[in-house]
């Protein structure tokens, strides 16, 4: 069974810096996009950042410049590293997955439980 970890979220001045990971663990045979969301209270979960196998990334235009997401396709692991964090950063931080975990099985998407990541002073 795939499971997806995030790690690295708590509470942090505006202007600070914090670095999520996310780790995926159980059978997987490929993975094909990894990536990072967010769901604010009272707001829809949007996607922050993602990257695919082949490099190619997407930023949600408000992080554009200030996040940088990374990942290490051999590890099944993913990184959201959050610079110059604003209050409205705030939220509880998703990972995400489209894997495969057999070789003729389907792809999936899983998710991680989430991480909170709080910008206050």
């Known amino acids: 069974q795939v499971q997806l970890v995030e790690s690295g979220g708590g509470l942090v001045q505006p202007g600070g810096s914090l670095r999520l990971s996310c780790a995926a663990s159980?059978?997987?045979?490929?993975?094909?996009?990894m990536g990072w969301y967010r769901q604010a209270p009272e707001k829809q979960r949007e996607l922050v950042a993602l990257?695919?196998?082949?490099?190619?990334?997407n930023y949600v235009d408000s992080v554009k410049g200030r996040f940088t997401i990374s990942g290490d396709y051999a590890n099944k692991m993913v990184y959201l590293q959050m610079n110059s964090l604003k209050a409205e950063d705030t939220a509880v931080y998703y990972c995400?997955?489209?894997?495969?975990?057999?070789?003729?099985?389907?792809?999936?998407?899983?998710w991680g439980l989430g991480t909170q990541v709080t910008v206050s002073s």
């Open positions: 995400n997955m489209d894997l495969k975990a057999f070789r003729y099985g389907i792809r999936r998407i899983y």
């Open positions: 159980g059978s997987i045979f490929s993975a094909y996009v």
């Open positions: 990257i695919t196998s082949d490099g190619n990334i």
